[in-house]
């Protein structure tokens, strides 16, 4: 759309800041996503924990007349929790402001969850509350704040993010409900009837094949829909357990590592020769407050069939759409190509945002690239600005706004189409939060609460640039299908590189009307799973010996493929690093794998998987992987996202079985610790501080049933014994120590 003719529109603004979020300038809704915080570290980052009814809500034009705010006061308040921190902990009605609002003919929305607060209705509150102004001072977002609900009996119960209700809560966190609720009813959750509801849409049934008559693969209980056509679910934690839960647990546990660092200035982390190096971050310190005409010319980004340089003004008639899948949805589009403003190249960040264009265009050709001007703002120009620190944003947009929790923001500009709740998106500015640390380095950051990875955020924000989980879709992070706007992880195993299925198919479905589907043959596997955000998968033990049976649970097999594809394998390993290859220990016999003849493009698949544990691996700790392959064993199109490996490790201990000694002295044993060439033995006594050897030859057997008799032996003293295993390959390993009464 030219310049000239967007002067016809009046445009109006919201502001949306996010973990990974994006800081929206826009007419009606905008979408936020945050760290997955745990629920302790959302009671004790917030200054004030409170229950409050909405008296009223209130709009106001900032200092400076180029923002607005949205005051929310709250009567009947009861007062939770309050640190030295909080300016209102003695007030009688308790006032929380929020960027955003309409005032004047200046529309601002910073988050969703100003559209939650409805007059009369209570919530329990977890805010920053220290004299700072902040987007959003509600703590993690969607994540600290719940309505307080009451049944026809008098109990109350709360409803978290997306109407899923709190049924239980421990040391590990809080517990939710699967479906959103309707009401309580006598005590019990009424779930609430969704005719968009599609959880299993796009779920593949088809149970995978064996290689062999061994092992089994089982549909994960988290996914077997009930027969029960009237659920309900049992009485939920109540309001006065919860508040106990909050004051007993959540506030006294200890945080090892805090994220969150409300003065803080983070760092860029990799490790280099074995050490950490570090740098500061990076921003431009200039801006420009203006409007100027958006580049005439941009760099492409994909490597395929793509014809080269597009101008971001082609012609096109806007259509609002709305496609959804469960929770997850969008009904927001925009002009393409849709060209970035890169970082100058000698930025570490700037491969990370090259990497995640390139993946999307992988899918869909929608993005190009061009030089920064060294300047930021509302400008209609899509740029990728770095870490602004709060007195960068000060200058930019001309008020006092903190970052608070969010780790990025995305600032986009729109325009209202036929339906208001799905604009037409003109500009989208992603910037970084300084207040953390950052890295590119994906084992730096697994499991890592001191840095943040940057490319799943990045991959999160490009999605909201063409319309993703935005407009009438909200951010709840609560969504049942893997996806990559899920709020920040650093315990799953997730480096960033590709997108699942949910993203594939409504790319696709958003843009086929102005580039073609790219023809990509992308399966992946993930050792996670969505169940109101995402799970580790899991074993059933953490504890192994050579040729025991083992359970991975609620592996994800998707296939991101607009077609289907052939003979899809899946093959699982044993591996000393998380790097899983072919060479690592494969679980089960001969080639052990399962398959699918087909896999429908654009589903996934949960299942849980037995095999057993191989018998030619020495004891240790290992992770176990996960690899799929196509057409038998071949590699797909993309494969960053072919292997994987669990976020916990297990341990292979091995004991030796039958073990016996009788009163002559004479030592049974049966070998299970894999290929021999035969066993030593060596034995201590109670005073003794070393073991010695007591066979003077090593010790063979025909079969793996082995004997030795120990002469020396006094009867009725203690001795240890320790059995030696000498390999096959010459390598040796000692097992436990036995205790015997000779």
């Known amino acids: 759309m030219k310049k000239n003719a967007l002067e016809k529109f009046i445009l109006v603004f919201f502001i949306l800041f996010t973990l990974t979020a994006c800081l929206f300038i826009s007419s009606r809704i905008t979408n936020a996503v945050h760290l997955n915080l745990s629920f302790e570290e ?60 309409r005032k004047d003919g200046l529309s601002v929305k910073c988050s969703d969850i100003l559209a939650k607060f409805e007059d009369k209705h209570r919530y329990l509150i977890f805010c920053f509350d220290d004299n700072k102004t902040y987007t959003n001072p509600i703590v993690g977002g969607f994540q600290g704040v719940f309505e307080i609900l009451e049944d026809n009996t008098g109990s109350e119960f709360l409803l978290a993010a997306g109407r899923k209700a709190i049924i239980g809560a421990d040391t590990k966190g809080i517990t939710l409900s699967k479906e959103q609720i309707a009401h309580m009813q006598e005590g019990g959750l009424i779930i609430k009837e969704n005719e968009n509801k599609t959880i299993h849409q796009g779920f593949y049934l088809q149970t995978p094949a064996s290689s062999d008559s061994s092992g089994s693969a089982s549909l994960s209980s988290i996914y077997k829909i009930s027969s029960n056509e009237n659920s309900k679910y049992p009485k939920p934690l109540g309001l006065e357990g919860f508040i106990n839960y909050i004051k007993n647990v959540a506030l006294k546990k200890t945080i090892k590592n805090e994220r969150f660092n409300r003065d803080g200035q983070g760092v860029f982390m990799r490790i280099k020769g074995g050490k950490i190096e570090v740098q500061n971050l990076e921003s431009y310190v200039q801006f420009y407050p203006g409007l100027t005409a958006p580049h005439q010319s941009a760099t492409n980004l994909f490597h395929g069939s793509s014809s080269g340089i597009s101008d971001i003004n082609n012609s096109f008639s806007f259509t609002p759409k709305d496609d959804s899948l469960g929770d997850l949805g969008v009904c927001c589009s925009r002009d393409l190509q849709i060209t970035f ?54 200058e930019i947009y001309g008020e006092d706004i903190s970052w608070g929790t969010d780790a990025a923001f995305c600032l986009m500009r729109t325009i209202e189409s036929g339906n208001p709740e799905c604009p037409e998106i003109l500009e989208s500015d992603i910037m970084f939060n300084p207040a953390y640390s950052w890295t590119d380095d994906h084992d730096l950051a697994l499991g890592n609460s001191d840095v943040l990875l940057l490319a799943p955020i990045v991959m999160h924000e490009l999605g909201h640039s063409w319309g993703y989980q935005f407009g009438k879709y909200e951010e709840t992070y609560d969504y049942d299908e893997l996806s990559v706007m899920h709020s920040y992880y650093s315990g799953i195993v997730e480096d960033g590189q590709g997108i699942h299925r949910a993203d594939a198919y409504l790319l696709r479905r958003n843009y086929n009307d102005q580039t073609s589907i790219l023809s990509i043959k992308d399966i992946g596997v993930e050792s996670y799973y969505a169940d109101a955000g995402l799970v580790n998968s899991t074993t059933d033990k953490s504890h192994y010996n050579w040729g025991d049976s083992i359970t991975l649970k609620n592996v994800t097999v998707e296939n991101m493929s607009y077609s289907s594809v052939s003979n899809l394998r899946i093959r699982f390993f044993l591996s000393e690093d998380r790097n899983i290859t072919n060479d690592d220990y494969q679980l089960g016999k001969n080639d052990k794998y399962w398959y699918w003849s087909t896999f429908s493009g654009e589903n996934y698949s949960v299942y849980d998987y037995t095999t057993t544990v191989p018998s030619d691996i020495s004891a240790g700790t290992y992770y176990v992987g996960a690899m799929v392959t196509v057409d038998g064993d071949k590699e797909d199109d993309f494969t960053s996202n072919n292997s994987t490996s669990f976020y916990n490790s297990i341990t292979l201990k091995v004991e030796l079985s039958n073990v016996s000694i009788d009163k002559s002295g004479i030592i049974s044993w049966d070998n299970n610790t894999g290929d021999v ?64 009464n000779g």
Do not use: C
Not at 66 to 93: G, L, P, W, Y
């Open 42 to 101: 959302i009671a004790q980052i917030a200054d004030m924990i409170f229950i409050g009814s909405v008296q009223k809500q209130n709009t106001r034009l900032g200092d400076m007349k180029k923002m607005v705010f949205t005051d929310i006061h709250f009567e009947d308040v009861v007062i939770i929790h309050a640190t030295n921190r909080s300016v209102q902990r003695d007030s009688s009605i308790i006032t929380l402001s929020f960027a955003g609002g």
């Open 341 to 394: 403003e890169q970082v100058p190249d000698d930025w570490w960040s700037y491969a990370v945002f090259n990497d995640a264009m390139w993946t999307w265009n992988r899918f869909m050709d929608i993005y190009r690239k061009t030089e920064s001007d060294g300047t930021i703002g509302l400008n209609y120009n899509d740029e990728l600005a770095g870490w602004p620190d709060d007195d960068t944003l000060h």
């Open 677 to 740: 060439a035969g066993y030593n033995i060596l034995r201590k006594t109670e005073d003794e501080t070393e073991f010695k050897r007591i066979n003077d030859r090593i010790i063979h057997s025909p079969n793996n049933s082995f004997t030795f008799r120990d002469k020396t032996s006094t009867p009725g003293k203690t001795y240890t014994y320790q059995f030696q295993a000498v390999k096959t390959n010459g390598s040796t390993e000692f097992y436990d120590h036995v205790f015997f």
